[in-house]
T-cell receptor, first 115, second 116 residues
Framework: DTGVSQDPRHKITKRGQNVTFRCDPI?????LYWYRQTLGQGPEFLTY????????KSRLLSDRFSAERPKGSFSTLEIQRTEQGDSAMYLC?????????????FGPGTRLTVT | AQSVAQPEDQVNVAEGNPLTVKCTYS??????LFWYVQYPNRGLQFLLK??????LVKGSYGFEAEFNKSQTSFHLKKPSALVSDSALYFC??????????????FGTGTLLAVQP
């Protein structure tokens, strides 16, 4: 079990550019979550997949954000036309589906800096 | 709306002393509560959870948490703090109003500083 991995760990981009992040969940986990964390705050939910279906999106997820999980395994989060307010840590988490409220396991995060 | 509150931005404790990191919650229905720890430039690590049963929950690295329904609290505790426990601690509650996503609502975090 290698845990949840995210790539890249750090990304610096200029305002207006597009960026894409990747998340590889724990292999047997079919639930995948994206959160955003800004300095001094706890993570805030962005979106959720069960297998390949995107079942919920937060109002925080503007039209510039899109997420996919094409084969129910890894996921990508793309931000188009980045703004300085997008600077944050983007966290991916995965968990088992089922009847229990299973804990989520987090990756190391991708820190985005928009200049 | 569901929420969690961590009233202390920072907790300072001497190594070897007991520590408590406070969390209160506001949910409709039975809460599912979690504690996570975050080290610098790292993701969150799961420590423990309360779903049902015993009010005292034991977790990783010697941490435990006490669920108190009447006070709507879920405080994190450890009998003897280590310098290596110094980190940012987050309390979270499962969002049960948003369908079956199991997404978590986090507090703002408490920085634990353990002095040698």
């Amino acid at each position: 079990d290698t845990g949840v991995s995210q790539d890249p760990r750090h990304k610096i981009t200029k305002r207006g550019q597009n960026v894409t992040f990747r998340c590889d969940p724990i292999s047997e986990h079919n639930r995948l979550y994206w959160y955003r964390q800004t300095l001094g705050q706890g993570p805030e939910f962005l979106t959720y997949f069960q297998n390949e279906a995107q079942l919920e999106k937060s109002r925080l997820l503007s039209d510039r954000f899109s997420a996919e999980r094409p084969k129910g395994s890894f996921s990508t989060l793309e931000i188009q036309r980045t703004e300085q307010g997008d600077s944050a840590m983007y966290l991916c988490a995965s968990s088992l589906a089922g009847t229990g409220p299973y804990e989520q396991y987090f990756g190391p995060g991708t820190r985005l800096t928009v200049t | 709306a569901q929420s969690v509150a961590q009233p202390e931005d920072q907790v300072n404790v001497a190594e070897g002393n007991p520590l408590t990191v406070k969390c209160t919650y506001s949910v409709s229905g039975n809460p599912y509560l979690f504690w996570y720890v975050q080290y610098p430039n790292r993701g969150l690590q799961f420590l423990l959870k309360y779903i049902t049963g015993d009010n005292l929950v034991k977790g990783s690295y010697g941490f435990e948490a006490e669920f108190n329904k009447s006070q709507t609290s879920f405080h994190l505790k450890k009998p003897s703090a280590l310098v290596s426990d110094s980190a940012l601690y987050f309390c979270a509650v499962r969002d049960i109003e948003g369908g079956a996503t199991n997404k978590l609502i986090f507090g703002t975090g408490t920085l634990l500083a353990v002095q040698p």
